[in-house]
């Protein structure tokens, strides 16, 4: 799919499916990648060590398969939105929203480019109005851009219809690491109160015809649960992470090859020889 058409599904309520795409960066493996049944290709600059030569690189891969390449910057800043989008990215993903006017210069980056400065703002507050010559162009110039707000603390989920209804917006990302922290109940993913609140946001934001996915592997959540945050209107289908997919299918190939091979087993290295792991690429996090 292109941008557009993941942005009008994203509004109408048809789902979208994509990964997080964190290990295959160079360009043979990235083509191979690009072989899988994807919407969108899910790219993070704010966790991941990616550059922009990188960043541009997949997304012109994956764009050039009809996979809608979408980049979650580290900040809601305007001209490193702005950069991902000169380097090939169709949705922007802008982590941690919280207020109205991180929204409005969120927008303002995605869907006013190139206009920036004294202009911008009074255009986004509503003090001044384009001519129709130039809300032409920039319909034009800013075709198939789409906008991802992160909902990722209470008080993004406390404020979120203020949030989501600036024009603009097409989805919600959610992040379970940040939002059980924010909760008081880190990690605690099964959690009665985190798993209410999921599918409340779920809903608010389907009422509102804005897009909505839960950053996880999707199929390890209990499949009760999940049928309902499907049934409340889920349909920005983020599952997982190509690197933790390929390594649990690996583990399970590995474990039936052990056992064919005289059931050999697997000596772990010790503990301190493992290094952190991003919470982005965590199951649930």
């Given amino acids: 799919m292109n941008g557009s058409e993941i942005k009008e599904k994203l509004h109408s309520g048809e789902c979208v499916f994509g990964t997080h795409i964190a290990s295959l960066m160079n360009p043979v493996a990235a083509s191979m990648a690009a072989e899988m049944e994807l919407d969108f290709a899910f790219f993070c600059t704010e966790h ?16 050039a398969r ?14 490193i939105i702005s950069a ?3 380097g090939g990215a169709e949705g922007i993903v802008v982590p941690y929203i919280e207020t109205v006017e991180e929204v409005r210069r969120a927008v303002g980056a995605v869907k006013y480019r190139p206009i920036k400065g004294k202009l911008l703002a009074e255009v986004l507050s509503g003090r001044k109005t384009l001519p129709e010559s130039t ?33 603009g917006v097409d989805g919600v990302f959610l992040g379970p690491h940040d939002i ?14 985190f798993l ?25 959540l209990d499949e009760q649960y999940l049928r309902r945050l499907l049934d409340a209107g889920m349909n920005w289908i983020l599952n997982g992470a190509d690197i933790t997919v390929m390594r649990d299918a690996m583990n399970t190939q590995l474990r039936s090859l052990r056992r064919l091979a005289g ?23």
Avoid: W
């Fill in 84 to 86: 991902a989008l000169d």
């Fill in 180 to 193: 059980t922290v924010s909760m008081g109940i880190p990690t605690e993913y099964n959690n009665p109160l």
């Fill in 48 to 63: 991941m060590p990616l550059d922009r030569t990188e960043v541009s690189l997949l997304c012109k891969i994956y764009a």
């Fill in 135 to 167: 809300q032409a162009f920039l319909g034009d110039f800013n075709d198939g851009k789409y906008l991802i707000v992160g909902i990722e603390s209470m008080e993004a989920i406390d404020n979120l219809e203020e949030l989501i209804t600036v024009d």
């Fill in 263 to 285: 059931n050999i087993p697997f000596h772990a290295p010790p503990s301190n020889a493992t290094a952190p792991v991003q919470s982005c690429l965590v199951p649930g996090k």
């Fill in 196 to 220: 209410n609140t999921i599918e409340d946001i779920v809903r608010r934001c389907r009422r509102h015809s804005v897009g909505v996915g839960l950053h996880t592997l999707l199929l390890t």
């Fill in 66 to 79: 009809r996979i809608s390449p979408v980049v979650r910057v580290p900040a809601c800043d305007a001209s």
